[in-house]
């Protein structure tokens, strides 16, 4: 009745909020549908909190009020149409509220919808991760976050979050995950993950991907059953920047992988100290292990390699392999691995202990571990290579006094040099060596005729020369070549007389002093 005598705000929001409370929802829309001033949005908010939520619809809906409209829906239960408010409304609020009701009533696919308008957001995405896993919807959680990867606002914290929610729930699906995504996570946050997963090889993807070389190398020998890989260490270890790692590495193959170590020296031999890693072996006596890696950098001449790999050598008995070491490489000790092969049973090596003291000039000591083992030959050349006569002389006596002829003549063949006429002489009258000694003597008064020859000829050269020289200076004149003195330059003057104290030169008076008494 009052509304036909007066139009007032007070009096339309009373009759409209009359109808919500008495429940005639089909007059309130014919009201809102006429001329009114009812204050429509604050008898909504009125009907909303009263919890007449058709009613409160019908206002929301009256004036297009999106938000409030989608909240009021989610109280409805028409999660669909909900949504569909909250999409015109866009407010983030209303896609949190819509999304909480819609994860409570498993309304999934509805609550997908509003979590791909949330999870844009970096500020919302952790609490909305928090809801999911809190209800126990750790599928669902995936799900969302990997339809929210194709989206255009799709950042670093989606991918990150998407990986996170791997490693606890799927950890099988972690290292397809960071294979594709790993320029787009957060590494850091993603590597903690993993720790707490005990995800030990996706552990070592992400910290070679964040460029952490030493994390990974470590990581990889602390968890060798899950994460070691022979390939994928060796591409690691040569990268890292403390040295350190090196020598843990070769332990570390030396507990687990022996088979395996020399290919890991290969790759590391730039980049180690060998000596370190000599001592290091030869304290756990396991220098048998690295034999082709010595050998390989023995071109370096090492004191500490050549001496491991003698050592070795001798243990196994290759003296061929060790007559290659002594005469190729000299940096070693050369007396006390002499010292020690000549007492070896095998006359090889006694053999090698002889070139060693050769190669020393220790000539005497040579020869005589090569005539202990009769090895003439070698003894010869080293006399030979000695240069000494009384070394000669002394072996070639030897050789006469044992009877061997041969030898004998192979001494005045490869020392002939060294050797005076007068000892051959001397042996072979004594011996009866004549037969052998023979071609030495010939040979020799060969060379002593041409030498003889060769004097006289020099001799006859430098008298000719002379009777030429004396006979140009008999025709040559005194004074020079030429008999013309404007030809011949300058003639060196006489030397100036004794100056005298007073400057004046004496002249000639006729005065003839007398001597000592007037006497003349």
Same mark, same amino acid.
């Given at each position: 009745?009052?509304?036909?005598?007066?139009?007032?705000?007070?009096?339309?929001?009373?009759?409209?909020?009359?109808?919500?409370?008495?429940?005639?929802?089909?007059?309130?829309?014919?009201?809102?549908?006429?001329?009114?001033?009812?204050?429509?949005?604050?008898?909504?908010?009125?009907? !909303?909190?009263?919890?007449?939520?058709?009613?409160?619809?019908?206002?929301?809906?009256?004036?297009?009020?999106?938000?409030?409209?989608?909240?009021?829906?989610?109280?409805?239960?028409? !999660?669909?149409?909900?949504?569909?408010?909250?999409?015109? =409304?866009?407010?983030?609020?209303?896609?949190?509220?819509?999304?909480?009701?819609?994860?409570?009533?498993?309304?999934?696919?509805?609550?997908?919808?509003?979590? @791909?308008?949330?999870?844009?957001? $970096?500020?919302?995405?952790?609490?909305?991760?928090?809801?999911?896993?809190?209800?126990?919807?750790?599928?669902?959680?995936?799900?969302?976050?990997?339809?929210?990867?194709?989206?255009?606002?799709?950042?670093?914290?989606?991918?990150?979050?998407?990986?996170?929610?791997?490693?606890?729930?799927?950890?099988?699906?972690?290292?397809?995950?960071?294979?594709?995504?790993?320029?787009?996570?957060?590494?850091?946050?993603?590597?903690?993950?993993?720790?707490?997963?005990?995800?030990?090889?996706?552990?070592?993807?992400? !910290?070679?991907?964040?460029?952490?070389?030493?994390?990974?190398?470590?990581?990889?020998?602390?968890? =060798?059953?899950? =994460?070691?890989?022979?390939?994928?260490?060796?591409?690691? /270890?040569?990268?890292?920047?403390?040295?350190?790692?090196?020598?843990?590495?070769?332990?570390?193959?030396?507990?687990?992988?022996?088979?395996?170590?020399?290919?890991?020296?290969?790759?590391?031999?730039?980049?180690?100290? /060998?000596?370190?890693?000599?001592? #290091?072996?030869?304290?756990?006596?396991?220098?048998?292990?690295?034999?082709?890696? @010595?050998?390989?950098?023995?071109?370096?001449?090492?004191?500490?390699?050549?001496?491991?790999?003698?050592?070795?050598?001798?243990?196994?008995?290759? &003296?061929?392999?060790?007559?290659?070491?002594?005469?190729?490489?000299?940096?070693?000790? $050369? /007396?006390?691995?002499?010292?020690?092969?000549?007492?070896?049973?095998?006359?090889?090596?006694?053999?090698?202990?002889?070139?060693?003291?050769?190669?020393?000039?220790?000539?005497?000591?040579?020869?005589?571990?090569?005539?202990?083992?009769?090895?003439?030959?070698?003894?010869?050349?080293?006399?030979?290579?000695?240069?000494?006569?009384?070394?000669?002389?002394? @072996?070639?006596?030897?050789?006469?006094?044992? +009877?061997?002829?041969?030898?004998? /003549?192979?001494?005045? &063949?490869?020392?002939?040099?060294?050797?005076?006429?007068?000892?051959?002489?001397?042996?072979?009258?004594?011996?009866?060596?004549?037969?052998?000694?023979?071609?030495?003597?010939?040979?020799?008064?060969?060379?002593?005729? #041409? =030498?003889?020859?060769?004097?006289?000829?020099?001799?006859?050269?430098?008298?000719?020369?002379?009777?030429?020289?004396? %006979?140009?200076?008999?025709? %040559?004149?005194?004074?020079?070549?030429?008999?013309?003195?404007?030809?011949?330059?300058?003639?060196?003057?006489?030397?100036?007389?004794?100056?005298?104290?007073?400057?004046?030169?004496?002249?000639?008076?006729?005065?003839?002093?007398?001597?000592?008494? +007037?006497?003349?």
């Amino acid at each position: 009745m009052a509304r036909k005598t007066m139009r007032e705000a007070a009096i339309d929001t009373a009759l409209a909020f009359s109808f919500a409370r008495t429940n005639q929802l089909n007059e309130l829309e014919d009201f809102l549908r006429s001329s009114n001033v009812a204050d429509i949005e604050a008898s909504g908010d009125k009907a !909303y909190e009263e919890g007449f939520h058709e009613a409160a619809k019908i206002f929301f809906s009256s004036i297009s009020n999106w938000a409030k409209l989608a909240t009021t829906l989610v109280h409805l239960e028409d !999660y669909q149409a909900a949504v569909e408010c909250a999409r015109k =409304a866009n407010n983030i609020k209303v896609w949190k509220q819509v999304n909480e009701a819609c994860v409570v009533k498993k309304e999934f696919r509805l609550a997908q919808i509003c979590g @791909l308008n949330l999870i844009v957001h $970096a500020e919302e995405l952790q609490d909305l991760v928090k809801q999911y896993e809190y209800n126990g919807y750790f599928d669902e959680l995936i799900s969302l976050l990997e339809a929210g990867l194709g989206l255009e606002r799709a950042h670093m914290g989606m991918f990150t979050e998407l990986g996170i929610a791997l490693s606890k729930y799927h950890p099988e699906r972690v290292m397809e995950h960071l294979r594709i995504f790993w320029g787009r996570i957060n590494i850091p946050k993603m590597i903690r993950a993993c720790e707490e997963a005990h995800l030990w090889p996706e552990l070592v993807f992400l !910290y070679a991907h964040y460029d952490e070389w030493d994390n990974a190398a470590l990581a990889m020998m602390e968890r =060798a059953a899950d =994460a070691w890989e022979h390939h994928s260490f060796k591409d690691t /270890v040569v990268k890292v920047a403390n040295l350190e790692i090196y020598y843990k590495a070769l332990n570390f193959y030396l507990q687990e992988q022996p088979s395996l170590l020399t290919d890991l020296l290969q790759s590391l031999t730039p980049r180690i100290d /060998v000596n370190r890693v000599v001592r #290091m072996f030869e304290k756990s006596d396991n220098i048998p292990l690295i034999k082709p890696f @010595l050998l390989n950098v023995q071109t370096q001449n090492k004191r500490a390699v050549n001496d491991a790999i003698n050592d070795l050598l001798i243990e196994e008995e290759d &003296y061929k392999t060790l007559r290659d070491s002594v005469e190729n490489y000299d940096n070693y000790e $050369a /007396v006390a691995l002499a010292q020690r092969l000549e007492k070896h049973d095998l006359v090889f090596f006694r053999q090698i202990a002889a070139n060693i003291y050769r190669k020393t000039k220790r000539w005497d000591k040579s020869i005589a571990l090569s005539k202990q083992d009769k090895l003439f030959k070698d003894a010869i050349e080293t006399a030979a290579m000695s240069g000494k006569g009384e070394v000669v002389e002394e @072996l070639l006596r030897y050789f006469v006094d044992i +009877g061997s002829r041969e030898c004998f /003549v192979g001494m005045l &063949y490869a020392c002939y040099d060294l050797i005076p006429l007068h000892v051959v002489m001397e042996l072979s009258w004594r011996h009866g060596l004549n037969d052998f000694t023979m071609p030495f003597m010939i040979n020799y008064m060969s060379q002593q005729a #041409m =030498a003889i020859d060769q004097l006289k000829k020099d001799n006859e050269e430098r008298k000719s020369k002379e009777t030429v020289q004396k %006979t140009e200076e008999d025709n %040559t004149p005194i004074l020079g070549g030429s008999r013309l003195m404007l030809t011949q330059g300058p003639v060196a003057s006489a030397p100036s007389p004794v100056p005298y104290s007073n400057g004046v030169i004496p002249q000639p008076t006729g005065f003839q002093p007398t001597g000592f008494g +007037g006497f003349r």
